[in-house]
């Protein structure tokens, strides 16, 4: 039973251009949400996060759009660059019962993007 | 700022065969996870502590996975006998906060097992 998915197993994109990551969730206990990027031969690294109580997150590059009816993530990258080629995991977390804190993080399959000069 | 370090970065063994790895998280940070990721699939937790007691070992594999966290701050996770399905690559967390608001996790590069 996987509970985050990412449907697209790679995605190429020209320098320049806007990269879409998409990722998918079944839980409806998931209340937070996060963005991990991973080079090879290292760790994944933590890129951007959205709570559930919004809709969107901007950092720098980097925007993430959460549409809770239709459990559906997006990570936006404007405009890609050849250094953001890596892949990408979406994460979720659900809030523990009685709102005290965050439980473990699931991951999805991650999508490896591709930048091209 | 230290990283999480993790080692051995390889290791390859033969099934049925022991293995350890070990983790020292960033200085601080109470809470530490232990992952498996197999090719081609995110990282799947393991095992979770907070400081030096377990918070969440439900998806370990506890007739041959074991994991401990002396003192609350290393962590060593072992793998006795190995199987052939256990080569994948082990990646250590830690976090500042623990399982609180912004549960943002930092990973080690991980140890990649292969059992032969």
């Known amino acids: 039973d996987q509970q985050v998915k990412q449907n697209s197993p790679s995605l190429s994109v020209q320098e320049g251009r806007i990269s879409i990551l998409n990722c998918d969730y079944t839980?409806?206990?998931?209340?937070?949400f996060l963005w991990y990027k991973k080079y090879p031969a290292e760790g994944p690294t933590f890129l951007i996060s959205i709570s559930s109580i919004k809709d969107k997150n901007e950092d720098g590059r980097f925007t993430v759009f959460l549409n809770k009816s239709a459990k559906h993530l997006s990570l936006h990258i404007v405009p890609s660059q050849p250094g953001d080629s890596a892949v990408y995991f979406c994460a979720a977390s659900p809030y523990n019962a009685g709102g005290t804190s965050y439980g473990k993080l699931t991951f999805g399959q991650g999508t490896i993007l591709t930048v091209h000069p | 700022e230290a990283g999480v370090a993790q080692s051995p970065r390889y290791k390859i063994i033969e099934k049925r065969q022991s293995v350890a790895f070990w983790c020292n998280p960033i200085s601080g940070h109470a809470t530490l996870y232990w992952y498996q990721q197999i090719l081609g699939q995110g990282p799947k937790l393991l095992i979770q502590?907070?400081?030096?007691?377990?918070?969440?070992d439900s998806q370990l594999p506890k007739d041959r996975f074991s994991a401990e966290r002396l003192k609350g701050v290393d962590s060593t996770l072992k793998i006795q006998p190995a199987k052939l399905e256990d080569s994948a690559v082990y990646l250590c967390?830690?976090?500042?906060?623990?399982?609180?608001?912004?549960?943002?996790?930092?990973f080690g590069a991980g140890t990649r097992l292969s059992v032969l």
């Open positions: 967390a830690s976090s500042l906060k623990g399982a609180t608001a912004k549960n943002i996790q930092y």
């Open positions: 839980n409806s206990m998931f209340d937070y």
């Open positions: 502590f907070q400081n030096n007691g377990v918070v969440d």
